[in-house]
């Protein structure tokens, strides 16, 4: 930990270098965060409700979820880029390094644009949605908030390294697969009771993305623990495959020569 401190703050120096081409590439990013809070309005200016959920819902819905893919492009975002690594012969240079290569590529870029331009808006947004909620908060609710939050990171950061793993057996196959998250991702930026049951099995169960924000607000609205138990399960099993995936590929990876 104090080693990635160190890096971390050496990246921030770097930044700073440049504040003025940092600070406009910022606040090119705030106002989509903003913008989606107000198509969410304009849906509700002729409907009062979607499937009993008001406007306010649907704002935690939505803040959460980029809230959290914020956080994880922040820190987490090397490990779906690592085609360009591996077509370029770089991550031998990360190979032969005394330290574990998942660390080097975590600590070898941090996103402060995702970060401050995402991530912290979306949580301004966040709070004063959760706000008008009718939620009896204390410390527990609290901390399930930090843990969504912890586990949405985990989650995304997961599926971040399957995609970079795939490289290591198809080329360029990134923007495939984000391709494909941005759009299942789609999906949970509304109640999935809206969907029939065949989405609503995949987007729960195949490919739990449903937890990262819809779940969360059904268990501050009726103290479901088995959400909180089945929120820890996905975790341990999205690391545990993303890491057997990773593993698997890293071990058939042939080396450039170069």
Same mark, same amino acid.
């Given at each position: 930990?104090?080693? @990635? ?19 406009? +590439?910022?606040? #090119? ?16 200016? /002729?409907? %009062? ?6 406007? !306010? ?6 803040? #959460? ?16 880029? #690592?085609?360009?690594?591996? =077509? %370029? ?32 808006? /979306? ?15 204390? $410390? ?17 950061? /997961? ?5 970079? +793993? ?7 196959? &990134? ?7 941005? /759009?299942?991702? %789609?999906?949970? &930026?509304?109640?999935?009771? =809206?969907?029939?049951?065949? =989405?609503? #099995?995949? =987007? ?8 990262? &924000? !819809? @779940? ?7 103290? &479901? ?16 495959? $993303? ?14 020569? +170069?």
């Amino acid at each position: 930990m104090k080693l @990635y401190m160190k890096l971390l703050a050496a990246y921030v120096q770097a930044r700073a270098e440049y504040p003025k081409n940092f600070a406009v +590439s910022v606040i #090119m990013v705030l106002p989509y965060q903003f913008v989606t809070l107000f198509i969410l309005w304009g849906i509700f200016v /002729s409907f %009062d409700s979607m499937m009993g959920w008001n406007f !306010y819902e649907l704002a935690v819905l939505s803040a #959460m979820l980029q809230l959290v893919t914020g956080v994880a492009n922040a820190f987490f975002k090397q490990f779906r880029v #690592m085609e360009e690594l591996i =077509i %370029d012969g770089e991550l031998d240079i990360y190979l032969v390094r005394p330290r574990s290569v998942i660390f080097q590529l975590a600590v070898r870029e941090v996103d402060l644009i995702s970060l401050l331009g995402k991530a912290l808006p /979306s949580m301004v947004i966040l709070i004063f949605a959760l706000g008008k909620l009718d939620v009896h908060w204390n $410390a527990f609710r609290f901390l399930f908030l930090i843990w969504t939050v912890i586990f949405g990171s985990v989650l995304f950061a /997961s599926i971040f390294l399957i995609i970079g +793993s795939l490289s290591f057996f198809f080329y360029r196959t &990134n923007e495939i697969c984000m391709t494909l998250l941005y /759009s299942l991702q %789609d999906f949970v &930026n509304y109640p999935v009771c =809206i969907y029939d049951r065949g =989405i609503r #099995m995949f =987007i729960s169960v195949i490919f739990p993305l449903a937890f990262v &924000n !819809y @779940y969360p607000v059904i268990f501050l609205k009726t103290n &479901n623990y088995m959400i909180v138990a089945a929120m820890v399960l996905i975790a341990v099993i999205a690391i545990a495959f $993303a890491t057997l995936v990773w593993r698997y590929g890293l071990k058939h990876y042939q080396s450039t020569g +170069s």
